[in-house]
Every structure is written in structure tokens, then in C-alpha cells.
């Protein structure tokens, strides 16, 4: 059964800072994984897909990186802003079977001004 | 263009009553999923459909749990009965397909007093 956890459960960084998110999963056969972001009361919000044959992908001051063997993936913000304030979370799709995504309990990121 | 709507944003529910949430995917979009969001963790899988099929209904936690998608677009998730366990957040995603990024809607949030 596929597990994702996210390290840590929560930041906190001054405006300005790069900061790395971690995520690892307990099984490397999946299709891909994606990270999305989370505002308070809100759906979810799509930054990133990697697919499983990609090492990275890169969507202005957001990249993100999957190593599958391993099974980690990070998501790196460059030059935080208090905008970014939000949950962040990390989807697996595993392969075989279901679309479904495994999430998991996300990181909650707070940029200070 | 339009992205995921789900109706209503909020439902409160006696205990016992019986509620219905809907899901418009994003026009075109094969594959519909519905997720449950719990506070503070992240979405945990229900079911799946593509087109009108119901591919994998795993993770339906109970049987007064019952989805549809009779047509292959707008989907509905009944809940029976409601317990005060099934107060969370319902979470509808769509994706073109198996290997495309899953789309959220706003969500549903539903209290059960």
C-alpha cells in the first residue's frame, strides 16, 4: 500500500529565503506525482506534474524534483514571498490500476513579511 | 476556461439525513474522481470514474456512501444516513485522462450535527 509523508509539517521562513519541501513515498512503481497548494477554505491548486520518467520540472520560482529509486521528491521555492503562504502537499499515482492519488498531510508554509 | 464547480459550498446536516453533493468536471475531461479532506490532513480517495464507469470504488468508506456520473460528466455523491464522522471537506478533481493532471474543485464542506 502506498504511504507519502511530508517533512516537516510546518515552516515558518522570513520573506526572501529558499526553502525546500521534502516528500517521500514507500513504493517507487508510480506513473507520476504531483504537488499542488492549498489555501485556507480552498481546493486545490495544481503547481507541478512529474512524470515518472522526468527528473524535474520547473514553473517559474517553483522546481521540483523526483528521484524514484529512492522514492523522494522536493519541491524548491526560490526567493519566498508572503503570497506563498499556504499548505502544500504532495500526490503519488501509483502504477496499475486506479488513477487514484495517495496525498500526503502536507506542509504548511508560513512566509513572514 | 471553466474549471471544476461543486455545489453547494457548504451543507449542514442533521444526523440521519440524507445529503447529495455535485461535481461539473472541466468540459471534455474523461476521468472524475472524488476525494475526502478531513482538518488537517490531506484528501484521501473515494472513488473513480471514467466516462460513465466506476472504475474503483475502493475507498468508499461505508455503503451509504453511493456516487454516480450517469452521462460522463456531472457526477454525484449521495451520502445516506449521515453520521457525524462523515463531517468533512468532499473534494471533486477532474483530468483528461490517466497520465494528465487532476483538476480540484472548491470543495463541499459538510457539517453533520
Known amino acids: 500500500k502506498q504511504e507519502v509523508t511530508q517533512i516537516p509539517a510546518a515552516l515558518s521562513v522570513p520573506e526572501g529565503e529558499n526553502l525546500v519541501l521534502n516528500c517521500s513515498f514507500t513504493?517507487?512503481?508510480?506513473?507520476?506525482l504531483q504537488w499542488f497548494r492549498q489555501d485556507p477554505g480552498k481546493g486545490l491548486t495544481s503547481l507541478l506534474l512529474?512524470?515518472?520518467?522526468?527528473r524535474e520540472q520547473t514553473s517559474g520560482r517553483l522546481n521540483a524534483s523526483l528521484d524514484k529509486s529512492s522514492g523522494r521528491s522536493t519541491l524548491y521555492i526560490a526567493a519566498s514571498q508572503p503570497g506563498d503562504s499556504a499548505t502544500y502537499l504532495c500526490?503519488?499515482?501509483?502504477?496499475?490500476?486506479?488513477?487514484?492519488?495517495?496525498f500526503g498531510k502536507g506542509t504548511k508554509l508560513t512566509v513572514n513579511p | 476556461g471553466a474549471g471544476v464547480s461543486q455545489s453547494p459550498r457548504y451543507k449542514v446536516a442533521k444526523r440521519g439525513q440524507d445529503v447529495a453533493l455535485r461535481c461539473d468536471p472541466i468540459?471534455?475531461?474523461?476521468?472524475l474522481f472524488w476525494y475526502q479532506q478531513a482538518l488537517g490532513q490531506g484528501p484521501e480517495f473515494l472513488t473513480y470514474?471514467?466516462?460513465?464507469?466506476?472504475?474503483?470504488k475502493s475507498g468508499l468508506p461505508s455503503d451509504r456512501f453511493f456516487a454516480e456520473r450517469p452521462e460522463g460528466s456531472v457526477s454525484t455523491l449521495k451520502i445516506q444516513r449521515t453520521q457525524q464522522e462523515d463531517s468533512a471537506v468532499y473534494l471533486c478533481?477532474?483530468?483528461?485522462?490517466?497520465?494528465?493532471?487532476?483538476?480540484f474543485g472548491p470543495g463541499t464542506r459538510l457539517t453533520v450535527t
Open positions: 478533481a477532474s483530468s483528461l485522462s490517466h497520465f494528465y493532471e487532476q483538476y
Open positions: 513504493d517507487s512503481a508510480i506513473y507520476n
Open positions: 512529474i512524470q515518472s520518467s522526468q
Open positions: 500526490a503519488v499515482r501509483s502504477q496499475g490500476g486506479s488513477e487514484k492519488l495517495v
Open positions: 468540459s471534455g475531461h474523461v476521468s
Open positions: 470514474f471514467q466516462n460513465e464507469a466506476q472504475l474503483d
